[in-house]
């Protein structure tokens, strides 16, 4: 039995992108999203350097990668317009969405929809939609990067056999 594609996210509005992003729109592709707040230590000393390394690393048209401003504390000091500061001055270059604040509460939407503990939270999807990792806190680059592949790797095994790669010669 396929598991269910994962939920979107309620977010109100996205900061680095021509218009909205869904997941949906994005079935094809594995998915690298990076829950953040711009006052989380962890964020800004591991998680949007790793965000940003899983851009470089791997190919655009296999893998996107997506912020998720999740604001669960210090609200008045993490508008929009301090967000879009931060990404400037960060350098982020990919899309960045404001998770949609909760009228019954300081936990936002998408984070509470997601079950996520705080931040930072590497979310990995695969092609089809499904949430397949959440992992909470510093992740290891090496661990990141093998489950990234791994989840690339899934779709490319469905299409037949693939050339195989080591020691400089590949082979099926």
Known sequence: MKAAAAPEFEVSAWVGAAGPVSLAALRGKVVAVYAFQMLCPGCVSHGIPQAKQIRK????????????????????AMGRPALEAFIHEYRIDFPVGIDQPSEHGPVPLTMARYQLRGTPTLLLFDRHGVLRHALFGMVDDMRAGALIAALVAESVADTGPQPHCDDGACRL
Request: net charge negative.
């Open 57 to 76: 690393t791997f190919a655009r048209d296999e893998v996107e990668v997506l912020g998720l401003h999740t604001v669960f504390e210090h609200h008045a």
